[in-house]
């Protein structure tokens, strides 16, 4: 499989930690009364729809968040 070039690591990283928060949050706030095949079925719709919903604003956020990290982190001299 062909890797993305090294200048979309952050990107990329981002995309991934947003599927596993809107993951976990999915599954918290998931109905516990259901079988589990309708479990998996309505946690599955849930997740991407919060997932496709999240990642634009992941994807604008990320480049600002690095931008105020910088400010409050201090670089090896």
Known sequence: M???HRRF??????VIQSAITCAI???IA????LS?????????KAWLIAW???????LIA???I???TSLVVQEDS
Do not use: D, W
Not at 9 to 14: D, E, F, K, L, N
Not at 30 to 33: G, L, M, R
Not at 36 to 44: N, R
């Open 2 to 4: 062909p890797k993305l």
């Open 9 to 14: 690591r952050q990107r990329t990283s981002a």
């Open 25 to 27: 949050a999915t599954a």
């Open 30 to 33: 998931s109905p516990s009364n």
């Open 36 to 44: 589990a095949s309708q479990l998996f079925s309505y946690g599955f």
């Open 52 to 58: 496709i919903t999240i990642v634009p604003f992941v």
């Open 62 to 64: 990320t480049p600002l």
């Open 66 to 68: 690095g931008r105020l």
